[in-house]
């Protein structure tokens, strides 16, 4: 708690964090982050943003021709803003982050790389808490995870259901609940 009140904000990672009994603070040093990442930075923004080992530069290469050439990946991309900034009060509580891919009035995805051997087990590893705080922020209902298997090099696409996601609104409702009572008590 003492991570979010000194930024005065929340953000997704930090929310789950809190929700987890984890300490937030960043992700470290970690290979299969900066591939992500990396995936991220040229799929979404066409631009390079470091310089990977020679089999992973061959692996990032296969994996974005998979997603250039996926038809679903391709008709969501179409008109959309990447890398969306936001600083949005939900509930009296101020919450910032980036959205991977926005189109307004439309839809909201998240691109994910994964080790997920199958669309299934992708889905199963998703937090949809990600998905409840995006949608609540834009006012979009149709949330995206866009799965690119490392090990696979399948495209796994999983929108999340209204059922799903009212679920998950009831779980944020009461973390930003939590967290406005003990900023009242702290402050």
């Known amino acids: 708690m003492d991570y979010i009140n000194q930024r005065g904000y929340i953000s997704y990672s930090s929310l789950a964090c809190y929700r987890d009994g984890k300490e937030p603070g960043g992700y ?25 080992s020679l089999p992973e530069e061959k692996l990032l290469a296969e994996l974005l021709s998979v997603l250039q050439s996926h038809k679903l ?15 949005h009060p939900v509930q009296g509580v101020l919450i910032k982050g980036y ?25 199963e590893s998703m937090d949809l808490l990600q998905a409840a705080i995006y949608t609540t ?28 996601l009212k679920s998950e609104y009831k779980t944020l409702n009461q973390l930003l609940n939590e967290i406005r009572r003990s900023k009242a008590a702290i402050g």
């Open 99 to 123: 959205i991977d891919i926005f189109k307004p009035g439309k839809l909201v995805a998240d691109l994910k790389t994964t080790s997920a051997p199958n669309l299934k087990a992708f889905k």
């Open 28 to 52: 470290g040093e970690n290979a299969a982050f900066d591939f992500g990442t990396e995936l991220h930075s040229r799929f979404l923004e066409h631009r390079v943003t470091k310089v990977l």
């Open 73 to 87: 990946v391709t008709e969501i991309m179409k008109g959309s803003y990447v890398e969306a900034g936001f600083v």
């Open 137 to 164: 922020v834009t006012g979009v209902k149709e949330f995206y995870y866009i799965g690119i298997g490392k090990k696979t090099k399948e495209v796994y696409p999983y929108r999340v259901t209204s059922a799903e």
